[in-house]
Antibody
Framework: EVQLVQSGAEVKKPGESLKISCRGSGYNFANYWIGWVRQTPGKGLEWLGI????????RYNPSFQGQVTISADNSISTAYLHWGSLRASDTAFYYC????????????WGQGTLVTVSS | EIVLTQSPGTLSLSPGERATLSCRAS???????LAWYQQKPGQAPRLLIFGASRRATGIPDTFSGSGSGTEFTLTINRLDPEDFAVYYCQQYGSSPYTFGQGTRLEIK
């Protein structure tokens, strides 16, 4: 059974850095694209980007390029979403997703990680 | 980027009725790469339909998708109480992938 398990909720201050994680199981992690989606009450669902773990090919939504970094560690079947300097507007639920194929819809979803950025 | 507009914003129906949800794209969706998701409170979205009309694994045949180009429809026949949720469309044919703003299906 494919599962994506994300790290827990985070509360951070503006300007701090953060890395959240998503561990995949039940499939060969390196061979499937893995992406990140965020959800806010104001803007709804937004696609941040996607990475192919086997060669680290990464595609970003231009709106988020430079704002976040997507990476993976194949040895522990884990993908990451990293911020160097958080802003209040980064407050959101973040989901990791595994499409079937690329391009492809998000077939599998993590349970979500709530990130709150507040002074 | 492709903007997806869903209508109506809220749909109030009774169990047993049919729901028809619309998703309009600002430009043609490449290869009809259009998906529909269902989201219930406190849960991640769940994939229902992909490729405009193909049901995802485990999705009952009361859910059907249709359309092409810029106009797409999700139909839910014989609404079950479990079907009342928020529904989103998404296009994955052009980067960046984009989502509609959602239709809330509520019990009348």
């Amino acid at each position: 059974e494919v599962q994506l398990v994300q790290s827990g909720a985070e509360v951070k201050k503006p300007g701090e850095s953060l890395k959240i994680s998503c561990r995949g199981s039940g499939y060969n992690f390196a061979n499937y694209w893995i992406g990140w989606v965020r959800q806010t009450p104001g803007k709804g669902l937004e696609w941040l980007g996607i990475l192919y773990p086997i060669d680290s090919d990464t595609r970003y939504n231009p709106s988020f390029q430079g704002q976040v970094t997507i990476s993976a560690d194949n040895s522990i079947s884990t993908a990451y979403l990293h911020w160097g300097s958080l802003r209040a507007s980064d407050t959101a639920f973040y989901y990791c997703v595994r499409p079937f194929g690329f391009p492809g819809p998000a077939q599998y979803w993590g349970q979500g990680t709530l990130v709150t950025v507040s002074s | 980027e492709i903007v997806l507009t869903q209508s109506p914003g809220t749909l109030s129906l009774s169990p047993g009725e049919r729901a028809t949800l619309s998703c309009r794209a600002s430009q043609s969706v490449s290869s009809n790469y259009l998906a529909w998701y269902q989201q219930k409170p406190g849960q991640a979205p769940r994939l229902l339909i992909f490729g405009a009309s193909r049901r995802a694994t485990g999705i009952p045949d009361t859910f059907s998708g249709s359309g092409s180009g810029t106009e797409f429809t999700l139909t839910i026949n014989r609404l079950d109480p479990e079907d009342f949720a928020v529904y989103y469309c998404q296009q994955y044919g052009s980067s960046p992938y984009t989502f509609g703003q959602g239709t809330r299906l509520e019990i009348k």
